[in-house]
């Protein structure tokens, strides 16, 4: 089992994260974004940024090679449907996309937003820890969370439509 500790400051106990919330064990801040038959979008539950979005496999797998091949045609088609939802409701002009097998959760790729803040913290891949450690420890207030709530249903409203 793992303590993770949530956006909203709750400590969870799972043994992975990712089967808790493809599960609905766990709902994720603000609900569930897009759920397909293979796929999971919500926000992310630790990390309090606007538009920042995690696709994540119902299947308990790591790899990208592991998905089938209706898999990978579903997983390209949900993340560019959420990329175009980010750019036109959430006016968001850039996103690093972060994907790793060696998680220890479901394959998963994050879609993290770039901020004029987030400036500060560099412009590579090495600056999305800190960013994100900034916005959990910084960033979780009830007026943010509120921000990240009024984002989420406006993707979930726009990828549903």
């Not at 696709?55 to 091949?69: G, M, P, Q």
């Not at 097998?101 to 879609?111: A, P």
């Amino acid at each position: 089992m793992r303590k993770i500790t949530l956006a909203d400051g709750q400590t969870v106990e799972v043994e992975c994260l990712s089967c808790a919330l493809t599960s609905r064990m766990i709902d994720p801040v603000g609900g569930v974004i897009l759920e397909t038959d293979h796929f999971h979008a919500h926000q992310d539950v630790a990390y309090p940024i606007k538009g920042l979005v995690i696709l994540a496999s119902k299947r308990h797998i790591k790899c990208l090679d592991e998905l089938t091949k209706e898999e990978r045609y579903e997983y390209i088609d949900i993340m560019t449907r959420i990329r175009e939802a980010q750019r036109s409701v959430l006016r968001i002009e850039h996103v690093y996309y972060f994907y790793n097998e060696d998680t220890t959760h479901h394959f998963h790729i994050w879609m993290v937003p770039r901020y004029d803040w987030m400036g500060d913290f560099g412009r590579s891949v090495e600056s999305v820890r800190p960013v994100l450690l900034h916005a959990r420890n910084h960033m979780n207030t009830v007026e943010n969370q509120k921000v990240v709530i009024e984002a989420i249903e406006a993707l979930r409203k726009e990828l549903n439509s």
